[in-house]
């Protein structure tokens, strides 16, 4: 085997291993991801703040109209018990029980438009605690499968270590400081094919003097303008 090929053998371990460290970044950041779900929890917990004013207002509303049905009754009462024979004495108690009922009307007016809010807060509340539903049960079913998915890989990349590992025990690769080396300097590619005279990783056209020296099995040549390694993997 060719030192260029043995060198694109072990990129490809790394390759894999690059890749599935990725995703499990990837999932990591999907798992700590909980903005949608914190978002409607703020939400929630204004509409339902909101709500508990709002009903507030409506017990007040139906105080004020219990205390004034007291008054008018206690009005009333006087009025028509025979106890107040004097007119002018009756004539106040006329006036004063048609005001205690035209106020009793306006508070019943608010006591409806209390009832009324309370609804629509409700609704607004009730809305938004859906979402919270919505929004956990999804959260909860996407944490499962990605876990899971997290839970293969990681049993993947013990797999791939012990094949590189086991590769390296049963290789000899002289060039494999080289190899580190470019790993982090390019992107984690150290060895492009070459294909059709040309660097798959950058295009560039390689010289035949180069070429020829790449398809040597006992040597290695570089890419002139990207500086990887190359591996004569196609024409």
Same mark, same amino acid.
């Given at each position: 085997m060719s030192r260029s090929k043995t060198l694109y053998q072990l990129q490809q371990f $790394?390759?894999? &291993?690059?890749?599935?460290?990725?995703?499990?970044?990837?999932?990591?950041?999907? #798992?700590?991801?909980?903005?949608?779900?914190? %978002? /409607?929890? +703020?939400?929630?917990? +204004? $509409?339902?703040?909101? #709500?508990?004013?709002?009903?507030?207002?409506?017990? %007040? /509303?139906?105080?004020? @109209?219990e205390t004034q049905n007291a008054k008018l009754a206690q009005s009333q009462n006087r009025l028509y018990s025979g106890a107040i024979t004097n007119p002018k004495e009756l004539a106040d108690l006329q006036m004063e029980s048609a005001s205690l009922q035209k106020y009793l009307s306006v508070l019943e007016e608010r006591q409806l438009e209390a009832m009324l809010e309370v609804d629509q807060a409700q609704d607004v509340f009730s809305n938004s605690s859906a979402l919270v539903e919505k929004l956990t049960r999804e959260k909860q079913s996407e944490n499962e499968i990605l876990s899971t998915?997290?839970?293969?890989?990681?049993? +993947?990349?013990?797999?791939?270590?012990?094949?590189? /590992?086991?590769?390296?025990?049963?290789?000899?690769?002289?060039?494999?400081? @080289?190899?580190?080396? &470019?790993? +982090? %300097?390019?992107?984690?590619? /150290?060895v492009a094919l070459m294909i059709k005279s040309s660097c798959s990783a950058c295009g560039t056209n390689i010289p035949s003097a180069i070429e020829q020296e790449a398809r040597s099995p006992k040597k290695i040549s570089f890419c002139p303008a990207c500086k990887r390694i190359l591996n004569p993997g196609g024409r």
């Open positions: $790394d390759t894999e &291993l690059d890749q599935t460290l990725k995703r499990i970044q990837e999932i990591d950041s999907i #798992l700590n991801n909980r903005k949608d779900l914190k %978002s /409607a929890l +703020k939400i929630q917990e +204004k $509409d339902q703040i909101f #709500l508990g004013k709002i009903k507030q207002n409506q017990k %007040s /509303a139906e105080q004020n @109209v998915e997290k839970s293969e890989l990681k049993s +993947k990349i013990v797999t791939l270590q012990d094949a590189r /590992a086991s590769f390296l025990d049963n290789t000899e690769i002289p060039e494999l400081p @080289v190899y580190e080396r &470019l790993r +982090k %300097s390019s992107g984690g590619i /150290a």
